[in-house]
């Protein structure tokens, strides 16, 4: 998603409005004791691919994968609000043990935004593990291993309060092509592609932009 960002956005002034976390930081920090450290995130914050003060960001995405059912959480850091992004309250309404998990996960990841932030920008005066935490409704989608699309397709349309496009089953499916070819089709991407396939993303292209 960071590499998209900077080929789609990088010389726009949209650039830098959000910032994505990969999800073995709330692996870490869920699982703590010797597995978690900011030092272990250092790159992910202020690295050499990040381009922009993380800290000034409106956005932080981090997923999160449970189970095997991926949801996002969305730190506003304007707003000073932790937004729980999870396909299973939309269907399941109060799930009880969604509920639960989210009670206990949320202020996990807060303390592990908190450090890294506290640690890596000298000044960040604000405090994570106090803001409110919700859980906006989002498109219900696909559980289990499917839900790890979900998520990127969240963190790709989020625009801090509603999902944009009007997400359903068929947009959906033409989001995860656009995000297949924008993986394809990146810079960094040094495979070399089959014939049929290069073919094939041209022929993608072509009727996308008719």
Known sequence: MLEVEFEQFGNTPAYGWRHFIEPDFSLAAIVGN??????????????????YDVSKCAIIFVPMCEMSHWKCYAFKLRERVVQ??????????????????????????????????????????????????????????HFG???????????????????????NPVS????????VMDIMAMKANTATLPDVVSQLMKQYNSAVSQ
């Open 34 to 51: 010797e597995w978690w450290s900011p030092n272990f995130f250092r790159e992910q914050f202020i690295g050499e691919s990040v381009k």
């Open 84 to 141: 729980i992004l999870d396909p299973k309250k939309s269907v399941r309404g109060n799930d009880i043990h969604a509920e639960n998990n989210h009670q206990w996960n949320g202020p996990i990841l807060a303390k592990a935004m908190q450090e890294c932030l506290s640690m890596f920008f000298q000044d960040w005066t604000d405090d994570v593990t106090k803001w409110e935490q919700t859980e906006p409704i989002v498109p219900p989608m």
């Open 172 to 179: 959906i499916n033409n989001i995860g092509a656009d995000i």
């Open 145 to 167: 291993a499917d839900s790890g699309f979900n998520t990127l397709v969240y963190m790709k349309n989020w625009n801090g309060f509603k999902c944009v496009g009007g997400l």
